[in-house]
């Protein structure tokens, strides 16, 4: 599995996400929902799709705000892994 530069990641962004950021070898996003059970609710859906994908998020939860970083820990940097996972969110959170 190809691990992405940092720059390829950002290009790659520009052409498949929206509002996802890179640094440090990973993904970042902050989703903001009206309630924390909106927000608890996107966690478990991730949750799941994450486990389906051996694929965990490092991520912080704080009322109703959820906070993702996605690396590919086993590979040092960012995957096509990555950027599934992160559009999966992107989709949970339009739906």
């Known amino acids: 599995m190809k691990t992405y530069s940092e720059d390829e990641a950002r290009k790659m962004l520009k052409e498949q996400l929206q509002d996802w950021a ?3 070898k990973a993904l970042h996003k902050e989703f903001k929902f009206s309630t924390f059970i ?6 478990t859906a991730i949750a799941l799709e994450a486990e389906k994908m051996d694929h965990h998020p490092d991520w912080s939860n704080s009322y109703n705000k ?15 892994k990555d950027f599934k ?3 999966f969110a992107d989709k949970c959170v339009a739906s």
């Open 22 to 24: 890179v640094n440090d």
């Open 38 to 43: 909106e927000a608890f609710s996107f966690m």
């Open 66 to 80: 959820v906070k993702i970083s996605l690396t590919t820990h086993d590979k040092g940097g960012i995957t096509e």
């Open 85 to 87: 996972l992160a559009e």
